[in-house]
């Protein structure tokens, strides 16, 4: 969009653009979408990423984000605190709510180990989680990170710190296919999958 | 998302899919994406949706958006008064003004002619270009609408309204691909395209 045009314009357009696969010619389509036949529509989504932004947070305990004090899942007294489910993302555990009835808690990472960007164990709050261990609650850790090479080489990691503590570690069963995204299968796949996890051999 | 999650994010994730192209899927990553990873973002975002809603409207003598009384070529006197070009929407005009070097004014239509959808001339605003070809400052009116059988339908129309009146009509050339979208050609082409217009024979 020339700038000659709208310079409020041209900001919509730029703004949109911080949106995951969103170029520029995307951006100008929705920019003018909203502003031709849905204002209500823009004004509706300006105030949902403002109380977004404003009240949402990570569960201390487990790194979903929630705007509650404690997410739902581990303020909840019928889920098991014994069980603790590995996962990469936020995403990962709406799917595998939706796809199973797993009545344990998560632990997520926000990422996977990659020593190249800088992202240790640390990062990934490793320490919080080897602290838990080291409590003596969990009884099992289903290991439940992507599988690509570096959700396998966290996978890995987290199962020789359980190792070391005489925790079970389970990886759920191949059946995801292998490079691809956990959140991008269907949810035939994941459910058949969680439900077929084995005893991890690192 | 399950609702179980949090609330807050299901209601971005639903205000996210009022945007062209955008499902559940997508919706959920870049809500995601705008939590965990660019906050700011999510904020700059809802700051450009609201100052747009706001300010952004379209200018009052050829359809345009623009936040001023008149859009900057209708208040600009280089832009000749006698050559209009008749286009579908603002985003055509962002495409022509890229491409060409195009010194006349616009009429964005909004849309093209579609009976079956209840859009007729008046829907177009055709009445009020009624209006400016009576008064005798067009010499030339550029057919750019797509060419669609809509599009031509509504080039059609506008050429018999014109020929009415002794007002010249051109239609862009061909070399704009048959049943595409203009906005979607790339600069080169439509450039030639502008250039090689020819008289409109309806
Ligand atoms: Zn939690
Ligand atoms: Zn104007």
Same mark, same amino acid.
């Not at 389509?29 to 509706?44: E, I, T």
């Not at 993302?89 to 990472?109: I, K, N």
């Given at each position: 969009?020339?700038? /000659? ?15 995951? *696969?969103? *170029?520029?010619?995307? %951006? ?12 209500? %529509?823009? !004004? ?6 403002? @109380?977004?932004?404003?009240?949402? &947070? ?7 984000? #929630? =705007?509650?004090? @404690? ?18 993302? #936020? ?11 797993? $009545? &344990? @808690?998560?632990?997520?990472?926000? +990422? ?5 960007? &800088?992202? &240790?164990? =640390? ?6 989680? =080897? @602290? ?17 090479? =570096?959700?396998?080489? #966290? ?9 070391? $503590?005489?925790?079970?570690?389970? $990886?759920? /069963?191949? %059946?995801?296919?292998? *490079? ?8 035939? #796949?994941?459910?058949? /999958?969680?439900? +077929? !996890? ?5």
């Amino acid at each position: 969009m020339s700038s /000659a045009l709208s310079p409020q314009l041209d900001e919509l357009v730029e703004a949109l653009r911080r949106l995951p *696969g969103v *170029g520029a010619k995307t %951006g100008q389509r929705m920019a003018l979408h909203l502003l031709q036949r849905d204002r209500d %529509g823009a !004004r509706r989504l300006a105030a949902a990423l403002t @109380r977004a932004a404003d009240t949402v &947070g990570e569960c201390p305990e487990c790194g979903l984000l #929630t =705007e509650q004090p @404690r997410c739902g899942i581990c303020a909840s007294a019928e889920r098991e605190r014994s069980l603790l489910c590995l996962v990469e993302s #936020t995403a990962d555990v709406a799917a595998l709510e939706q796809a199973t009835d797993y $009545r &344990g @808690r998560y632990f997520v990472l926000g +990422g996977h180990l990659s020593p190249l960007d &800088g992202i &240790g164990p =640390e990062e990934l709050g490793l320490d919080r989680l =080897e @602290r838990r261990l080291d409590s003596g609650e969990i009884s099992e850790i289903i290991l439940a990170t992507n599988p690509t090479v =570096e959700g396998e080489a #966290t996978a890995h990691y987290v199962s020789e710190m359980a190792a070391a $503590r005489g925790v079970r570690t389970t $990886r759920i /069963a191949h %059946g995801v296919p292998m *490079g691809g995204a956990l959140e991008q299968v269907d949810q035939g #796949t994941l459910s058949h /999958a969680f439900m +077929g !996890r084995r005893d991890y051999e690192g």
